[in-house]
């Protein structure tokens, strides 16, 4: 079987897994006082340093979540919750959010009245900041909170978040980054971005499902989205998986370390894959920025093929990956990241994500350039539905 | 996999007949939520989700195939077309003849499938003929007869040999949670079971009379002729009992002036039947040939002579009917004590009795 679908999950490190059951067998609740409490304690503020340190941020800036999702839901809702106002309710957001923070978002507009801007991209899926310039310039108080993706989940694309937190900081905007693609993968510099909250992923770098942080900057608030024991600075109450943040810790700074060797080697794989995916399927169409991209991402557009039946055929043949789209009650949509790049709806229906892990190799990439061809010629017949 | 029963132990039979099966789920509506009514119709996001657990628990890939626009184009606007020409149709059986033997099977074979398999009650031969299942109260072979050869030759109905009870227990025993869940009964895109507010949602309404279709006489008022069928005898709404303290049942439906006539059930009676042009599910027979015609769903069987020719099948039953309504299948059937098979079927244009005609 060849797993070519690691934005979706990849599997835990070896060496985060060991940390995992090692601590897991600890008894003792980090809040606690007594000896137990305290080794509990100890583990988790080494984890928050380790992590703090490997990404450019101060220990007391990393925030424990039970996953990305809430982390990005605690930076977009928490911020704009508690800079809200009667003149400032805007979020500016981008077009190409993933779900939890566009539909976090969405949610603020539908049930709270939030203004929201959605800032374009070009053809390639990379942000445009024009609107948000002028937008700047004019009504700059009205704005809560702006939230850019650090990389883009389905075409991979890398977004330029330091541009616009260096636009906003003059006027004092905070700026949320959801970097859960690109931790471990790009480099990424919490305090030399500019932004001020920053979502990771435990699962999507080699640490425990069910694991996420927020770097949230000392001078930015947000309102709680969970009360209660009052851990993590008071904005994220639950007590805190012990087990789970060191095997996060563990994970973060194995790939931080190791990214630029492990990115290195995953973009000459994934060169390799569209190179060998071309000459195979000649009418494929490569989206995404093709240089300023993950290294571990490659999508494309088969024109005259559902996704869907592409994803059956391929996993019928022993080769998974994704569509580039959501669904909706299990009917596939077309994405919202390709028909903001300008792709027509029937594209944005045919296309494919192919995404590489530390455990890729070679044969993987053997794998599917050895089925696809079939998989398409066969999608291609029964057409679009 | 509609997420019941029948297509749930359906597959489970096909897996173990050795098939490389894959469950396919039809969404049917663009708007699921819309359709959602807990465990009725077969077109809710719940009715997914049962569908997907049970091929979890049979260890078989599942895809949700939107099949949404066909099925409105194909089914629920000829529901709505016919309806509104005065005439009752079936939807399932042109579900079955548009979309799960025709846009899903075309699709399944492109992608590289040999046949489709359905929870469906109904057998096929050794001789490929359908033939009626086992089960008399679940046959479904009247709703299948539109099928061409070439579907039936990719079609797999694994559960016709087998009394729906005893699929019940199969199911339990295979550990499958959709063992006990009740049986659909509706159309599965009318959520609410309330026909009478869809198709007036859609056709509108419209006041028109009902008339007594021996004297004339005006009886009373209705809003809509597409609100009845032929037959009806409940919801007439009249104010006033017949001369004869008998019922009177819907004898004609005229959209052109929307008129709906009414009288006793005698006038029902009928033993001549025209259909539109035919599907052979059989070799084709020329002249008069005598077999079993079977009118609705479920419906009563009638020996009956039948003659063919390539616009329209022709029957002349041997007891009356009564209350057949244009739009329903006429399916043929050749009395077998395997199992009846079906030998053809056609949509009923026009019904008649020979003897109120005097011939």
Redesign the interface.
Known sequence: MAYLDHAATTPMLPQALDAYLRTARALGNASSLHGSGRTARRTVEEARERIAEVLGAKPGEVIFTGSGTEADNLAVKGIHWDRRTGARNRIVSTAIEHHAVADAVAWLGDHERADVTELPVDKLGCVETTELAALLDERADEITVITCMWANNEVGTLQPVEAIAAMAAPHGIPVHTDAIQAVGHVPVDFAASGAAALTLSGHKLGGPTGTGALLLRRDVKATPLLHGGGQEREIRSGTLDVPGIAALAEAVTHAVRTRETEAARLAGLRDDLVARLRAAVPDAIYNGDPELRLPGNAHFSFPGCEG??LL??L??AGVECATGSA?S????QPSHVLLAMGAEADDARSSLRFTLGWPTTEADVDALVAALPEAVR??K???L? | MSGGVDSAVAAARAVEAGHDVTGVHLALSKNPQTYRTGARGCCTIEDSRDARRAADVLGIPFYVWDMAERFHEDVVEDFYAEYANGRTPNPCLRCNEKIKFAAVLDRAMALGFDAVATGHYARKGEDGLLRRAVDPGKDQSYVLAVLTPAQLAHSIFPLGDTPKDQVRVEAENRGLAVARKPDSHDICFIADGDTSGFLKNRLGTEEGEIVDAATGEVLGSHDGSHQFTIGQRHGLGLKRPAADGRPRYVLSITPVDNRVQVGPREALRIDRIRTGRPVWLAPEREGPFEAEVQLRAHGEVYPATVHADADGLTARLHKPAFGVAAGQALVVYDPDTTGDAVLASGTIDSTASIEAAGV
């Not at chain 1, 009650?329 to 596939?332: E, F, L, P, Q």
């Open positions: 869907d039946a059956m055929l996993d019928a669904c009650a299990g009917i596939a066969r999608a017949t029964a057409g539905t």
